[in-house]
C-alpha cells in the first residue's frame, strides 16, 4: 500500500494548483482517502476526504469553497484541487487511506483512514 502525493510549489496568493495522490497497492474501488496538511511549528490539520464508495466529499470549514477534492479511477488518482490560495494554506499537504494495517487511526467525516508512517508529502508554498 503506497500513497504519493505531488504537485506542490510555489504560487502566489490568490493562485492555484492541482496536488495528486496516486495510490499503488490497492484500487480506489470503496475506500476513503484523505488529505491533510502540516505546517511548520503547527498541528497536522485535516482538509478534505472522499468516500469512494458514494462519492461523498467533505472539507474543513478552513478549506471549504476553495478546496475541492475529486479522483480519477481508471488513473488510480485523487486529486485536491487548490483554488484562492492564501499565505497561510502554506504547509506540507499528505493523503492517506483506510486501506491496509495502521497502528493509529483519524477518523475524518468520512470513515478512518490511517494516521501513521507519514511519507514526504507535497510541499505548497503561496508567497508574493
Known amino acids: 500500500v503506497q500513497l504519493q502525493a505531488s504537485g506542490g510549489g510555489l504560487v502566489q496568493p490568490g493562485g492555484s494548483l492541482r496536488l495528486s495522490c496516486l495510490v499503488s497497492g490497492f484500487t480506489l474501488d470503496y475506500v476513503t482517502i484523505g488529505w491533510f496538511r502540516q505546517a511548520p511549528g503547527k498541528e497536522r490539520e485535516w482538509l478534505s476526504c472522499l468516500n469512494t464508495a458514494d462519492n461523498k466529499a467533505q472539507y474543513a470549514d478552513s478549506v471549504r469553497e476553495r478546496f475541492t477534492i475529486s479522483m480519477n479511477n481508471a488513473k488510480n488518482t485523487v486529486y485536491l484541487q487548490l483554488n484562492s490560495l492564501k499565505p497561510e494554506d502554506t504547509a506540507v499537504y499528505y493523503c492517506?487511506?483506510?486501506?491496509?494495517?495502521?497502528?493509529?487511526?483519524?477518523?475524518?467525516?468520512?470513515?478512518?483512514?490511517?494516521?501513521?508512517?507519514w511519507g514526504q508529502g507535497t510541499q505548497v508554498t503561496v508567497s508574493s
Open positions: 492517506k487511506t483506510d486501506w491496509g494495517f495502521s497502528d493509529k487511526y483519524y477518523y475524518t467525516p468520512c470513515g478512518r483512514v490511517g494516521y501513521d508512517s
